[in-house]
């Protein structure tokens, strides 16, 4: 009787205990469909809470080493052997190097021949492991054994682009004109010609003069500056978001929007004494423009912008790197959205991350002491608790 008794205290507890966890960890968003439209509402809470992501330094690679055969770049990408791919927008290449760090060879080189890049702007490698890289109006394809394939013209510069499965082109870049600069999403197709320009945003008025019957536009970007983000999702899929409204869209295959991904989140005024730091470090082009050009050219949003990029992982996750006030040190702060849209972690790092990828981060940073460019992987000690998988 006492063992029975025993046993059902013990499952009473165990009983409750789950009861109380899945009470707790409730979503409190909602999911409703508009016009065809998938659309995910979250609330300023993440399901799970904060998580802070227990790092450790596994890997560096210094383009001090001249064995590395690097010298600048922002961009990086991994394949699924782990391989790590370097955008050296300095040489024009792309240099990569397997697991451990090694050098394995060089992609490309500077010049307008075939397979020779000039301006290299962006790349990644797709579902079937070629290696598309983004050029001055050019997209550039190599085979997944780093042999040229073919070249495709576009005709405007991109920020960054990417082939969809049906053929068809998307490319983010800005476009302006007498009335301003936007930021948008063009559709081209196999033969260089645009479908259509899908989705626009305005960022700012751009001041000009004339002189010498010339028209001359003066616009200076800054931390505060709103951008439009493109990149990839898993099955084909894209998603994009303007960094002044918390709204992510995900496109399907055939580039339609199929869902919306939004967060309830505050909006952050900018300071004067935000504005003014940031023109202090302008300061030097007033005796070139004048105060009133410059002052136009620094132009600031009506609010903060609230991320400054979007990264994606294998497993369709999200993870968006927040805005903070350039008057506060301090780390960066990462949204986490599962691949249904639900927000589910806040966690923060003190770098801005290029890759989160099946448990490690990857980073590219110049040191403080030698100006040396380091890319840099770290493994998340923690990946299988902050990879909860909520029913």
């Known amino acids: 009787m006492k063992r029975f008794l025993f046993t059902l205290i013990i499952f009473f507890f165990i009983n409750n205990s789950f009861a109380g966890s899945n009470k707790e960890d409730k979503w409190k968003g909602k999911i409703t469909y508009k016009n065809g439209i998938r659309v995910v509402e979250n609330p300023v809470l993440p399901i799970f809470g904060y998580l802070k992501l227990d790092l450790k330094e596994d890997l560096k690679i210094s383009s001090e080493e001249e064995k590395n055969h690097i010298l600048y770049g922002e961009k990086l990408e991994i394949d699924e052997k782990g391989n790590i791919y370097f955008l050296d927008m300095e040489n024009c290449t792309v ?8 050098y394995l060879k060089t992609i490309g080189r500077k010049g307008q021949g075939p397979g020779e890049l000039q301006t290299p702007r962006d ?3 797709d579902e079937s492991g070629r290696l598309i890289v983004v050029d001055e109006r050019k997209i550039h394809i190599f085979n997944k054994e780093g042999e040229f394939q073919n070249t495709i013209s576009i005709p405007f510069s991109p920020l960054n682009a990417f082939i969809s499965k049906n053929g068809k082109i998307l490319v983010n870049s800005f476009l302006s004109s007498e009335e301003g600069r936007k930021n948008a999403i063009v559709v081209i197709d196999s ?3 645009v479908v259509k320009t899908q989705y626009e945003f305005f960022i700012a008025k751009i001041p000009f003069r004339e002189q010498n019957g010339r028209k001359l536009f003066f616009h200076l970007s800054h931390p505060y500056t709103p951008e ?7 099955d084909g899929k894209f998603l994009f ?16 929007i199929e869902s919306q991904i939004k967060k309830d989140e505050p909006l952050h005024s900018i300071k004067t004494i935000e504005k003014d730091k940031i023109y202090e470090e302008y300061a030097y082009l007033e005796k070139k423009w004048g105060k009133d050009v410059l002052k136009e050219a620094l132009q600031f949003p009506p609010h903060r912008p609230f991320y400054k990029g979007i990264i994606t992982d294998e497993k369709g996750w999200i993870y968006i790197v927040k805005v903070a006030s350039i008057l506060e040190e301090k ?8 691949e249904k ?3 589910i972690y806040q966690t923060s790092l003190p770098f801005t991350p290029e890759i989160i990828k099946k448990g490690m981060v990857y980073n590219i940073e110049i040191n403080d002491e030698t100006s040396v460019l380091e890319l840099k992987r770290f493994k998340i000690l923690n990946w299988d608790r902050l990879k909860k998988i909520y029913p």
């Open 95 to 102: 240099v990569i190097f397997d697991k451990f760090g090694k």
């Open 123 to 125: 790349f990644y490698i």
């Open 191 to 193: 033969n260089n010609q």
């Open 228 to 234: 439009l983000y493109l990149t990839r999702l898993v």
């Open 241 to 256: 978001g303007f960094s002044l409204d918390y709204t992510l869209y995900v496109l399907n295959q055939n580039l339609r």
């Open 331 to 338: 780390d960066r702060f990462i949204d986490v959205f599962d």
């Open 341 to 343: 849209g639900r927000y």
